[in-house]
């Protein structure tokens, strides 16, 4: 086999599993992005009104090229949406430092 054979992606089928918790999801309103020069973090909050402490729900590690991906895909779903149902109106933020901070 040849050195660039090895290296190509095998095109077989990723089959995907979800355990029963994961499935239930996680409601959250406010987002946090921090990066490095290796990865991005994305913290995933629900903040309930008059309430002065959240809780981060979810946290993400990715790399800088999946991070850029996951941007694409989420640019191309939000189009498509709004394809199908109309342009999405932002709402006011449910923190007062706004829905996504960048750090």
């Known amino acids: ?3 660039e054979k090895r290296n ?5 089928p990723l089959q995907v ?5 994961t499935a239930q999801g996680a409601y ?6 921090a990066h490095s020069a290796t990865e991005f973090v994305l913290d995933f909050i629900f903040v309930q ?5 959240a809780r981060v729900r979810a946290r993400l ?21 709004e394809q199908v149902f109309g342009e999405i ?7 007062p430092e ?5 750090h």
Do not use: C, W
């Open 49 to 53: 009104p008059q309430q002065p402490k």
């Open 8 to 12: 190509e992606p095998a095109n077989l």
């Open 61 to 81: 590690i990715s790399s800088p090229g999946h991070a850029k991906r996951f941007l694409k895909a989420l640019a191309d779903n939000v189009a498509r949406y």
């Open 98 to 102: 706004g829905q996504i901070k960048l």
């Open 28 to 33: 959250t309103n406010l987002a946090l992005v």
């Open 1 to 3: 086999m040849t050195p």
């Open 89 to 95: 109106k932002e709402t006011a933020p449910a923190h």
């Open 17 to 21: 599993e979800i355990d029963d918790a």
